[in-house]
């Protein structure tokens, strides 16, 4: 989502932070700026791309040695240039921010009594007039007293007039890394804004607040106490990733599926719990039932992987949407394994799941994640980290094949384990995820077929989706991605629930996707296609080579090369992904940044 980029240097940073912010531009956003110190406060703010602000500053010669820059994704008002960040308080503080402020409200109107007048209809510009509310000569005593004041999740960076090589930055809520230089330091929202700048990064703890200036860097804690935080060399990619020979970044990672699934498998010999952490087999003993969180796609892979666990490992798996998770009452159990799914590691609901979850007494944590250095990877005993590499279409693709491989995995460790894999059936299913990168680049050929159904498919404005067992959660990510770039409703049930109430949405107006693989469940699905038949629906079914499903009037079938087993969803999810990639590109949609969507959601 927002992002956050701030240095102080001997040199202009100018090109530091508009190089950062391209580097940020994958998580999504709507405007952005920059501000600099310049003899008095100065800045240029679009509500365009990154581009278009570089081009206004090299018309502007905008330069200054201490500066702040930011890419926001509206939460409080409309994006226009008056609510882009940064946001000036009287020509004296500059500032931005990502998150939300839940008592915004309540402080604008005591700093409109004090006479601030606000320009903006954004949460953020309370913060800059309350800074400079209760500045008195040094700028970290004012923002420590002003977070203080806060409620809800921040991250901040701030600099003043009167105080001009220095920026203080805070965190909660919101992920905050600062960056050391030699003779220069910065601050960003994420340690990927700072590659090829610096690789000494410092991740800040929750209600930190930092002091940054030229040739030092100062840490308080949320006590205002000094404190000393980690120095950890963090190798991240220096380039913006190249499209090559595709067309959009979705595209690009869409093929790259095969050889993300080979990485994240790289070294991988058996199936045993070392694969998770030292301490993993200890874990897994004390462990009686599984309770997976997550968000959006992850949620799917982690619905995906109940039906893995409960079958395999026979073990009862619970699995909840992190952002409604923490505000219900549950009954917490110690022995229950919690697993947090995220791509970033920085999901705002799924980290504040995961701690509600520990707050409760509920210690035995995994992540699955992407990021070695994200806050879910730190806050968890365990984890695995998936091998997808940068991911930068909004719509998730080789993130999620990645984490539903590291699921079975995890499915296979615990289940052998708990001696319900023997020795035969864990070779088979090691043998069958090897080959998945080959089975995958099968189904990708099929791709020409699929880009004929996505032009039918533009023309539509609902699609129902239909799975069952291990693969209703394929339909349902299979719905998310059309609605999420295509724009086109979408909906996915169990197919088993047509009859009780979806099917009077059946015309011939509304397309039918249906998952069809050859398992158990698929006499009982070629019942539920004939009822939509019966209905004068369209069908668009994807089958395995070996179920007997026919084209015929109103039945359209694509079919996969071969039937998978277990890992059929990891198959099944590849055409769906295609689909809703040439629908979007012949509605002639920005596939890889969807409107009112973000990569990285790290507000509540």
Known sequence: MCGIVGAVAARNVVPVLLEGLKRLEYRGYDSCGVAVYNDGLKRARSVRRVEDLVAQIQETGLSGTTGISHTRWATHGAPVTANAHPHFSRGRIALVHNGIIENYEELRRELQAAGFEFESQTDTEVIAHLVNHLYAGDLLKSVQQTVKRLHGAYAIAV?????????????????????????????????????????RIVYLEEGDVVDVQQTAVRIYDRND??????????????????????????????????RAIADTLEGVIAATPALFGESAEEVFSRIDSLLILACGTSYYAGLTAKYWLEAIAK???????????????????????????????????????????????????????????????????????????????????????????ALFLLTLSLAKLRGKLPLDAEAAALR?????????????????????????????????????????PIALEGALK???????????????????????????????????????????????????????????????????????DGIKVIRLPEHYGALSPILHVVPLQLLAYHTALARGNDVDKPRNLAKSVTVE
């Open 159 to 199: 600099f003043c007039r009167d105080e001009p090589q220095r920026v203080v930055a805070a965190r909660f809520g919101s992920p905050l890394v600062v960056g050391l230089g030699s003779g220069e330091n910065f601050v960003a929202s994420d340690a990927m804004a700072l590659a090829g700048t610096t690789d």
């Open 225 to 258: 106490a000094s404190v000393e935080r980690e120095v950890r060399i963090v190798e991240a990619q220096a380039g913006v990733p190249e499209l090559g020979p595709y067309r959009h970044f979705m595209q690009k990672e869409i093929f790259e599926q095969p």
């Open 315 to 405: 073990l009862p798996t619970q699995v909840e949407i992190a952002s409604e998770y923490r505000y219900r009452e549950s009954v917490p159990d110690p022995k229950t394994l919690v697993i947090v799914i995220s791509q970033s590691g920085e999901t705002a609901d799924t980290l504040a799941a995961l701690k509600h979850a520990q707050a409760l007494g509920m210690n035995e944590t995994l992540a699955i994640c992407n990021v070695a250095s994200s806050a879910i990877v730190r806050l968890t005993k365990l984890n695995y980290l998936t091998r997808a590499g940068v991911e930068i279409g909004v719509a998730s693709t080789k993130a999620f094949t990645t984490q539903l491989t």
């Open 432 to 472: 069958n995820l090897r080959h998945l990168p080959a089975a995958l680049q099968a189904v990708l050929a099929l791709e020409p077929q699929i880009i004929a159904w996505a032009g039918e498919f533009a023309r539509k404005e609902h699609a129902l989706f239909l799975g069952r067992g291990r693969h209703f």
């Open 482 to 552: 059309l609605k999420e770039i295509s724009y086109i409703h979408a909906e996915a049930y169990a197919a088993g629930e047509l009859k009780h109430g979806p099917l009077a949405l059946v015309t011939d107006q509304m397309p039918v996707v249906t998952v069809a693989p050859n398992d158990v469940l698929l006499e009982k699905l070629k019942s539920n296609i004939q009822e939509v038949r019966a209905r004068g629906g369209q069908m668009y079914v994807f089958a395995d080579a070996d179920t007997h499903i026919s084209s015929s």
